[in-house]
């Protein structure tokens, strides 16, 4: 994993751990792949030798994690929830 991509992972899951979503665990069967994909592009407008040039910038990331295979291992709940109307 490339540097600021692992810098990224690192704070998501501190973040995460201190706001105990999440704990450590030693040793699972249900580990899932993170992916880390940068968000929504901004564009802005800079003016380059009397021309308009359209940038973009990408300042922040969303970790994705992949819970396809737990998913799949996790039981079905056949008491789905009542409408509210």
């Known amino acids: ?3 600021t ?3 990224v992972v690192k704070k998501e899951v501190t973040k995460l751990l201190a ?3 999440i704990y450590p665990i030693s040793d699972s069967q249900w580990v899932s792949p993170v992916q880390v994909v940068p968000k929504k592009f901004r ?4 003016k380059n030798h009397d021309e308009l040039v359209p940038m973009r910038i990408q300042n922040s990331w969303r970790v994705c994690i992949d819970y396809r295979r737990l998913n799949q291992a996790t039981r ?3 008491f789905p929830l009542p409408f509210i109307d």
């Not at 564009?43 to 800079?46: A, D, E, G, L």
């Open 1 to 3: 994993m490339n540097p």
């Open 5 to 7: 991509i692992l810098d």
């Open 19 to 21: 706001a105990r979503i």
């Open 43 to 46: 564009m802005i407008v800079m």
């Open 76 to 78: 079905k709940d056949h």
